[in-house]
């Protein structure tokens, strides 16, 4: 995030303190921390502690923030956290609604704070702007525990996934779509109601990604270890995007691992998966880019992280002067690599197949600034809880080379991590 101008507070330079023991001091209903948990060449350098609610706009459409934004101002005055549930596809597209989800939230939840705290994990630096004029709070380390989890339940048996699944692969063979990003959500209880913050640092301590976040939001928490960027944004125009689309996993013997890594980045199929979406991202920035000034930095770079290799491309381009922020997050909204492509056919055929809203899945998190930045994540490796109950959602992109039992692995191998932090397995996933 940029720093703020003269008229906003004036900063605190403070100690160095990590982001996660500074944050288990809160005791606010409502704050966000964005917490970079993984160094990368492309991210993971800031991480964001922003409490003190002082606006929140909950809404089923962009209208209400883009007028907020349309203010302008310095870039921690006007500064927006929160996420974009995938559910405001609807205010985008005229699409048939979906059936309701087990733990609702409204499609948008942005709010400004009171206190803003910016991380530099290169300079070990803690800089704070407050209206408050207080000091962050002082906690030792949360103690990281599993939580008990009593059932786990989901909206769909491994035999309808595949039966699904085959039913995508038909639709593309046929010539309906492309790909589609086929999810599989899971809700469950624990024993009794965890504490939320614990447990999103040991999903940080077991599944680390440059874009985690801890949202507190009343009642709700929603906890992401998301290792992929949906949009940035800077106060200049400069866009960027870094979809990831091709899975393999990890190993804990070296020479398969490699081999694992290899094999991805080899891969057909994969690749195919990955550049359809790198093409869809490129055809939805040049709605707000300049023209030629979109293309793509990268293509099929292999990320390797704590439980999975991925496949990413990076894609740039610079913003038309005359087509604001909000305009240019909701000409890519929602990120293609949770929809597929053609983006529209994709979203009907998977709210056909799933019967359920996604909720904040397949959304974004993150914050939007008064002089026009953004930086927002795509929300996957997430749960939401709510008192004892809690749920989240796995999918993969099905294109024409796929095969049923193929996407389902992909899918479980994409859970490893929540699993973990939940003291879970594979095998506990439900058949």
């Known amino acids: 995030m940029p720093y703020p101008t003269a008229d906003a507070p004036p900063p605190q330079f403070l100690s160095w303190r990590d982001p996660l023991d500074l944050a ?3 005791r606010e209903p409502w704050w966000v921390l964005l917490y970079s948990g993984a160094r990368t060449d492309y991210s993971g350098r800031y991480s964001y502690l922003a409490y003190g609610l002082a606006e929140r706009i909950e809404s089923a459409d962009f209208t209400a923030l883009a007028e907020k934004l349309s203010a302008g101002g310095h870039p921690y005055g006007n500064a927006w956290f929160g996420y974009l549930g995938y559910g405001l596809k609807n205010s985008l597209e005229t699409l048939p609604p979906d059936a309701p989800g087990w733990l609702e939230l409204p499609p948008l939840t942005m709010m400004r704070f009171r206190t803003l705290c910016r991380f530099d994990h290169d300079e070990r630096t803690l800089t704070c702007w407050s209206k408050t004029r207080t000091r962050p709070p002082m906690a030792e380390t949360p103690v990281i ?5 009593s059932s786990l339940q989901s909206n769909m048996s491994r035999a309808e996934y595949l ?8 639709c593309i063979r046929r010539g309906d779509l492309y790909q589609a990003n086929l999810t599989r959500k899971f809700i469950g209880e624990f024993t009794s109601p965890p504490d939320a913050f614990a447990l999103f640092a040991r999903l940080c301590a077991v599944s680390p990604a440059p874009y985690s976040a801890f949202l507190r939001l009343g009642g709700t928490s929603i906890l992401s270890s ?12 400069q866009m960027r995007a870094r979809p990831i689309k091709g899975t393999a996993p990890r190993s804990d013997d070296p020479a398969r691992d490699r081999q694992l890594r290899d094999a991805l980045a080899a891969s057909a199929k994969d690749r195919a998966e990955n550049l359809m979406i790198a093409d869809l991202m490129r055809n939805d920035f040049s709605r707000s880019c300049v023209p030629g ?8 770079d292999v990320t390797s992280h704590a439980t999975i290799h991925h496949l990413s491309s990076t894609i740039t381009g610079k913003k038309h002067h005359g087509r604001s922020t909000i ?8 990120p293609g690599s949770m929809t597929g492509a053609p983006k529209i056919r994709a979203m009907q055929l998977c709210s056909e197949l799933e019967r359920r809203e996604r909720g904040v899945y397949s959304g974004a998190i993150g914050w939007f600034g008064g002089d026009g930045s953004c930086e927002l994540s795509v929300v ?10 809690f749920e989240f959602q796995v999918g993969g992109g099905i294109v024409a080379d796929s095969t049923p039992e193929g996407e389902l692995q992909e899918m479980m191998d994409k859970s490893r991590g929540i699993l973990a932090a939940l003291g879970l397995s594979i095998g506990d996933l439900p058949a």
Request: glycine share 8%; with cysteine.
């Open 24 to 26: 288990a001091a809160i």
């Open 145 to 149: 525990y599993p939580p008990g989890v």
């Open 163 to 170: 039966e699904k699944a085959a039913q995508v692969i038909e």
């Open 226 to 237: 998301s290792p992929e960027l949906f949009l940035k944004i800077d106060a200049g125009g």
């Open 293 to 300: 000034s979109v293309g793509a930095e990268s293509l099929f």
């Open 327 to 334: 305009e240019a997050v909701k000409a890519c909204f929602p």
């Open 380 to 389: 996957i490796r997430t749960l939401v809880l709510r008192d004892k109950r």
